[in-house]
């Protein structure tokens, strides 16, 4: 199993780097996106589509496997504390977890804030690496000072969002909105903790979009768009 997951990472890491040599003649200055989103919103597709229109690279779960490859850890280690609020990556060792995937006593495991710190590493050098979009992680605070960097925030109407989930997940819509509060109230507590800024507040962001006024292709649209206006202003 370790050594599939080891291969798994070996192999992400070329393709990206096969990628970035690909792109990296791009006519398009450097851009990269800081997504934020609730739960259920269609922030992941939004940046997926955002990535593909604008020919650059996209991370979400892709940032976990890098990641624990530049630091040597398991990738279970920040699937576990992804995105949870510190009580939430402690808990992710609560029962002697192991980095290294042994049993040893909590406290002689990495903190949690030494985890986002190797993290926020990774998301660092991927921005000043390429053009990229990157979802969630308080990715737009870890890179406040890239000038390079335009973040955003995506939310939705409550019935939307429910809609969505019930699709993905295959469940009821009770157990949807559960999985709402659920994952909103986590991310918020995250990005709190480590931010010392409100999840979700426009004053965050340097745009806040409600992706019920015009749909997903219209919003991805409509991002595209103020991207390419805002890097030619800049240039």
Same mark, same amino acid.
């Not at 997504?35 to 604008?54: C, D, M, P």
């Given at each position: ?44 597709? &939004? ?5 593909? @229109? ?6 979400? $779960? !892709? /940032?976990?496997?890098? *990641? ?93 969002? &429910? ?5 993905? @997940? ?6 949807? $909105? !559960? /999985?709402?509060?659920? *994952? ?52």
């Amino acid at each position: 199993m370790y050594l599939f997951t080891t291969l798994y990472l070996e192999i992400t890491l070329l393709y990206r780097e096969i990628i970035y040599l690909y792109k990296k003649n791009d006519t398009m200055d450097k851009i990269v996106l800081s997504i934020g989103r609730q739960f259920g919103s269609g922030g992941g597709e &939004i940046g997926r589509r955002l990535a593909k @229109e604008l020919n650059i690279s996209y991370y979400d $779960k !892709e /940032l976990l496997a890098i *990641a624990a490859q530049e630091s040597g850890l398991c990738p279970e280690v920040f699937e576990k504390a992804d995105e949870r609020e510190s009580t939430g990556l402690s808990y992710a060792f609560s029962s002697g977890f192991s980095p290294l995937g042994m049993y040893i006593p909590y406290d002689d495991i990495l903190s949690n804030e030494k985890l986002f710190l190797l993290q926020s590493e990774t998301i660092r050098n991927l921005a000043e690496k390429e053009s990229c979009v990157i979802i969630g992680r308080c990715s737009d605070y870890i890179l406040r000072d890239n000038p390079d960097c335009l973040s955003f925030f995506i939310h939705n109407t409550l019935d939307n969002r &429910i809609k969505h989930i019930t699709e993905r @997940e295959n469940v009821t819509e009770t157990r949807a $909105k !559960e /999985l709402i509060v659920k *994952a909103d109230k986590s991310r918020a507590a995250y990005y709190s903790y480590y931010t010392n800024k409100l999840w979700g507040v426009a004053s965050s962001y340097n745009f806040s979009v409600d992706v019920s006024v015009l749909g997903t292709e219209g919003t991805v649209s409509l991002l595209k768009d103020m991207i390419i206006n805002y890097k030619r202003k800049k240039a």
